[in-house]
């Protein structure tokens, strides 16, 4: 009888439906699963906004030093939090489908203003602690006041409608997938070509040891290959920057029907610098991050 695999992962409501679909998706390959909850930085320091917090991979160390130590066989990460740099002895054995990549912005139903780009009404309050959201949001209204907003999905909704805010952004893809009842609020949901989404969005990825080869072989079963194509370059785009979860940069990287790939980029010095976007196709995607990072310098 093969072991049972430990599954690493957070404790926030949406990290644990990402560990059980995975659970979930392991069974279905005849794998038995149990979850492991590991507290990270990012978890205990809630007071700071992002760019405050010390170092990349403020949602991901803890749980990556349990995998080295070997307290648990696989991680399961939101790839979006996940450095492009693996550390010593780990890898990405495999990712998830992609869910909706989209940002959405969720409004007070009394402050929604409809002759407003955005809907946002003039000076509106918006929380968001990525410097990517806000270098977007203030390159289509200069106007807004952004705050930095912090803790799990349900709470940064609760903190909108308890007045803190006029609106939020938050990923489709972790409103989806809690199935939140939002309709007192009004959702806005962007176009990924538009309002760049962080490389990486809305897919799971799943980190092991790389000398672990059965997990490694276990993984490669749930593990959707078309997927990583796109999320490579993307990721590709951020290496090749040097940057992290902290540059207020988006990429996103689609394969149309005839196998083409279409690259957008938004990126900004600083969250408040103006913004510079790109949109590069080609028909393969060798060299497609490499292109980007020459047409953004």
């Known amino acids: 009888m093969s072991k049972t695999i430990r599954i690493g992962t957070r404790g926030s409501k949406l990290a644990l439906w990402q560990a059980n679909y995975t659970k979930d998706l392991l069974a279905a390959v005849d794998v038995e699963a149990e979850l492991v909850i590991i507290k990270t930085q990012g978890d205990k320091i809630q007071h700071l906004g992002f760019d405050k917090l010390e170092g990349k991979g403020f949602f991901t160390k803890e749980i990556e030093d349990a995998l ?15 450095p492009t740099e693996q550390p010593e002895g780990l890898v990405i054995g495999g990712v998830s489908y992609r869910a909706n990549p989209s940002d959405s912005l969720l409004i007070v139903k009394d402050k929604i203003a409809h002759d407003k780009i955005l809907r946002l009404p003039k000076n509106a309050i918006v929380g968001t602690s990525s410097a990517r959201r ?12 952004l705050k930095d907003i912090r803790g799990n999905v ?19 893809a972790g409103l989806e997938r809690l199935e939140i009842d939002i309709a007192d609020l009004e959702c806005i949901q962007f176009n990924p070509k538009e309002f760049v989404p962080a490389p990486a969005q809305g897919v799971l990825a799943w980190q092991c040891c790389k000398e672990d080869i059965p997990t490694r072989k276990i993984i490669q079963k749930i593990h959707h290959p078309e997927v990583s194509t796109c999320t490579n370059v993307e990721r590709k785009v951020l290496q090749l920057l040097e940057g992290g979860c902290h540059m207020p940069m988006g990429a996103y990287c689609m394969q149309d029907a005839q196998g083409n790939y279409h690259l957008w980029v938004a990126k900004a010095e600083q969250w ?12 393969t995607k060798f060299g497609l991050a490499e292109q980007a990072l020459e047409k953004l310098s």
């Open 68 to 82: 080295l130590r070997g307290d648990i066989d696989m991680a399961v990460h939101s790839m979006k939090d996940l």
């Open 134 to 145: 806000k270098a977007q949001l203030l390159h289509f209204r200069n106007d807004i006041e």
């Open 154 to 172: 349900p709470t940064r909704i609760q903190k909108l409608r308890n007045g803190d805010f006029d609106a939020i952004l938050l990923a489709a």
């Open 272 to 283: 408040d610098s103006p913004l510079t976007t790109i949109r590069l196709s080609s028909s």
